[in-house]
């Protein structure tokens, strides 16, 4: 079994900043990316895809990073410790979301990085909430 773990959530102002943590373990599996997406209020109903945040590859560290977070949001790894990060800066209240960590294998039949089905296993989500 593959465990996908997000931690760093909390209340935090507008302007503020947050640090979110995700970390692979169990069963030894490839990695051929991670990524994060949210989920706002609202908008978590079965069914409904979870919105592109950020995505990291895992051989060279490129990003791919959503419009509405370009220039604000940050998304590194550490392959030793098969964890990924996002920092947050410069937040709003419309970043408010339960944020979900993935978790592409190297086997996954896709190579793109920002679409749900790209992603095998995600975490349970940590919620951010950003006060007006």
């Known amino acids: 079994q593959v465990n996908v773990a997000e931690a760093g959530g909390g209340l935090v102002q507008a302007g503020g900043s947050l640090r979110l943590s995700c970390a692979v373990s169990?069963?030894?599996?490839?990695?051929?990316?991670m990524a994060w997406f949210r989920q706002a209020p609202g908008r978590q109903a079965p069914g409904k895809e979870r919105?592109?945040?950020?995505?990291?590859?895992?051989?060279?560290?490129?990003?791919d990073y959503a419009d509405s977070v370009k220039g604000r949001f940050a998304i590194t790894r550490d392959t030793a410790k098969n964890t990924i990060y996002l920092q947050m800066d410069s937040l709003k209240p419309e970043d408010t979301a339960v944020y979900y960590c993935?978790?592409?294998?190297?086997?996954?039949?896709?190579?793109?990085?920002?679409?749900?089905?790209?992603?095998?296993?995600w975490g349970q989500g940590t919620q951010v909430t950003v006060s007006s």
């Open positions: 169990g069963r030894p599996v490839s990695t051929y990316a």
């Open positions: 919105d592109f945040v950020a995505a990291i590859s895992w051989t060279d560290g490129s990003a």
């Open positions: 993935a978790h592409k294998p190297r086997t996954s039949a896709t190579t793109t990085m920002t679409n749900n089905n790209d992603y095998t296993y």
